[in-house]
């Protein structure tokens, strides 16, 4: 299982950064199909558990979003979000009318679909256009997994205190203790090494990086704490198997949609 994980993460690595140095709508495309893909698999998820959100809907709003973002960053949000909630009601009322008795939980799970993954998915797309974007994103996300791996390899030797006993019995206090004392160095020399090609006047320093880092360490736990959360109540393991010794999409990006918002939100207040 590690090495299928670790085999499978060093070969999608190259594609990731030649997206995020690329940029623009080479960029946008591919955050749009991981985030529709993992708009799949929420959806799916809640099949098992016999509701019905649209898969097609899901999608849509994700996408609408992200390509929004895109062109004019939170100018269009407005109309757009109001499309969507009112395309959503519509669909949901025309299944109930068809005899879906539980339209209405449908319609509830088909929103969350679209916001959480669409709307947080897309400060990916934000991340990358601030100045300075395409270094920002290489200390955010790299942080993240800096956290994570760190987190699981220390969990695995010394964790005897669970975190989160019901949602992820795995998950010790001192992986996630392990995790933070990684990711605030890790976002520093990050931050370090970004700001050679940034310049001095970008905001990127190491101590910026720390805070990052600190970050990115002790908040996207609760993305994936979230997901784990949504597996267990249907009682499915993964949210797909197209990652091999990751899972599904959605297991793999569980935790930067809170690592792109939150991330998005220091450095535009603190570092802009």
Known sequence: MLLKRILVSFGLLPVGLILIAVGGW???????????????????????????????????????????????????????????ILADMTYHLWQYESGRELAASDFSVSLGGVFYIGWLGAYLVSLRNLPNGIWWILIVLPAVWLA??????????????????????????????GGVAIAIPGGALLAFACRYFAGVDSGITPLSGAIVGLAMATLPTLGDLGESMIKRQVGVKDSGTLLPGHGGVFDRIDSWLWGAVIGYYIIVWFFQ
């Open 26 to 84: 080479v960029y946008v495309a591919g955050v749009a199909l991981i985030l529709s893909l993992a708009g799949v698999e929420y959806a799916r998820l809640f099949r098992a558990a016999k509701l019905q959100p649209s898969e097609h809907l899901i999608v849509g709003g994700i996408l609408l979003i992200v390509v929004g973002r895109e062109i004019d960053g939170f100018a269009s949000a407005d109309w757009m979000i109001s499309v969507i």
């Open 148 to 177: 994570d791996a760190a987190a699981y390899f220390v969990g695995t030797r010394w964790g005897r205190h669970k975190l989160a006993p019901r949602l992820s019995p795995k998950k010790s206090w001192e992986g996630y203790i």
